[in-house]
């Protein structure tokens, strides 16, 4: 809404929430969320055309047209627990419109909402009309997070979806021309309804199913000596496929990948067509194989055992330039060594240590069982430690983990955090974003998601020097380093 603002100046924009905290933090200088660029948006419009109020009655029956873009949770109990979107924000904001509004609006639906959610929006507004005209806009975003400002400036696309009647195509143009200040004409897709929402939900399966397939990949890549970067390399030159999104990774996390792809796998589950739904799932079942993989590979690399260890947690975020943790990997990869008594001392440039303790003390949700898992308890909490500096972090680790790919990672001083760690010292790069090379010429016995073609042929060196064979590739600590 703030680049709305700022490339529409003849356009306010109100952006309202019921939480008076949220707003007054957006109409300060410290903004509730850390995303880069914004700060400049938002001071340059805010004032003028940007307005942040709990008035929500009062906006919304003054608006032309009304974006919705309230949360849609991944339901927790009922019917489609642990798949289905939970849509009571949504209707609820719903109810309010048809209430306040006095004239006919334009009703865009910018959070992601499963397929044919505009049909039930539609009829709670139209039943409660009081003969005012509603139409119903699906008008996805794209954005990613750490990159939402620039992402907005210059999207791939936007993509508008409406209703295919002289009312609907007419809010389609309404809508068109706000982006078309800034947008060139031909970069804006008009489709219906239904292809525009099921295209959110598809643009992220599809995302996610990169990670999926380039994150298994690194798993035989592991088994067989390959190098998973050389590997996505090699394939992402076929322009056919592309470079973007095959960097393996210690998982995907973030608000959307999971929860839109559950969605997905409910929306076919609910269609009679099973086998698309388990194709789906499976693009999360390997993500969460992905975490596992890590923290075994971390336990097992440490003598099988991480009990009464300090363990560094270089990045909480779910990626680089955002504090946001929404389904960060960090999450289950924490509760893992945790589970395996590890003391984790944790260090995020963005995630304040309340985020971080709230998050390792939730509830897991299974989504394949929904059912709460066992929140952890109080003593696991004591076991993590969260400082403001990588140095305090890594200060007598016997290990460290790199979760997060913040670009100050990539230069801190590894001879000096080396020099204060406990020995040997392990360092496990879950983005490739160490410099290999490097850490083991410091010391360092060093394993990243990419790292095995390097190890396998040192294994390979050494059971050629007589050493037994090891069990599989993860149990390198028979040999020495
Ligand atoms: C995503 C979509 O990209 C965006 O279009 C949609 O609107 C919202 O969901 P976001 O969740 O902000 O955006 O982040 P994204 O950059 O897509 O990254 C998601 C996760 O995938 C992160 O954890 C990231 O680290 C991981 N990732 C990404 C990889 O592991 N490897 C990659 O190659 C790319």
Redesign the pocket.
């Known amino acids: 809404m703030a680049v709305i603002a700022l490339k529409c100046p003849s356009i306010e924009v109100a952006v309202v929430d019921i939480s008076t905290q949220r707003i007054t933090a957006w109409n300060s200088d410290q903004l509730p969320i850390y995303e880069p660029g914004l700060d400049d948006v938002v001071k340059q419009c805010r004032g003028k055309n940007l307005f942040f109020s709990t008035d929500v009655e009062k906006h919304v029956s003054e608006a032309d047209i009304i974006f919705v873009s309230v949360n849609t949770p991944t339901k927790t109990q009922g019917l489609g627990a642990g798949k289905a979107a939970d849509l009571t924000y949504w209707e609820s904001a719903a109810r309010m419109i048809a209430d306040v509004s006095k004239s006919d609006k334009i009703v865009v639906e910018k959070s ?1 909402v499963p397929v044919k959610t505009a049909e039930a929006i539609e009829k709670i507004l139209t039943h409660n009309s009081k003969g005012i005209n509603f139409q119903i806009l699906s008008n ?9 400002i620039s ?1 907005l400036f210059h999207p791939d696309r936007v993509l508008i979806g409406g209703r295919e009647t002289p009312e609907g195509e007419k809010a389609i143009k309404a809508l068109k021309d706000v982006y078309a200040h800034w947008v060139p004409e031909e970069q804006i897709i008009c489709t219906n309804l239904w292809s525009a929402e099921l295209s ?1 939900l598809a ?2 399966a599809f ?2 199913q ?2 999926s397939s ?2 298994a990949m690194s798993a035989l890549c592991e088994a067989t000596g390959a190098d998973v970067s050389q590997v996505s390399h090699a394939v992402g030159k076929d322009t056919r496929i592309g470079p ?14 999971q929860k ?1 792809i559950l969605n997905l796998v409910y929306i076919c589950e609910c269609n009679g067509l099973p086998e698309v739904a388990n194709y789906w799932k499976q693009v999360i079942k390997i993500n969460d194989y992905q975490k596992t993989r890590f923290v075994n590979r971390v336990v097992s690399s440490m003598f099988n055992t991480v009990s009464g260890k300090k363990i560094a947690i270089l990045g909480f975020a ?3 330039d ?1 504090g ?1 943790t929404r389904e ?2 960090a999450i289950d990869v924490c509760k893992g060594l945790l589970g395996d008594k590890a003391q984790l001392s944790i260090y995020d440039p963005q995630v304040s240590e309340d985020q971080i303790q709230r998050d390792l003390s939730m509830k897991k949700f299974d989504w394949d069982h929904p059912i709460h898992l066992q929140p952890m308890s109080p003593t696991s909490i004591k076991q993590v430690r969260v400082v403001w500096d990588a140095y305090e972090a890594t200060k007598d680790a016997h290990a460290i983990c790199i979760l ?2 913040w670009d100050e990672f990539k230069s801190l001083d590894y001879q000096k955090i080396y020099d204060n760690m406990q020995k040997p010292a392990f360092l496990f790069d879950g ?1 490739n974003i160490a410099d290999l090379e490097k850490l083991r010429q410091i010391g360092f016995i060093f394993r990243s998601i990419r790292f095995l073609g390097f190890e396998v042929n040192r294994l390979r060196g050494l059971i050629k020097m007589g050493f037994k064979r090891p069990f599989d590739g993860e149990e390198f600590q028979e040999f020495p380093f």
Do not use: H, M, Q, W
């Open positions: 992601t996805p975003e794209f954005l990613a997070e750490g990159t939402a992402d959110k643009a992220n995302l996610a990169r990670i380039v994150n973007k999104f095959l960097n393996a990774s210690v998982g995907f996390g973030g608000s959307c990948f839109d779910f990626k680089k955002t946001d960060t990997p997060t790919e983005r």
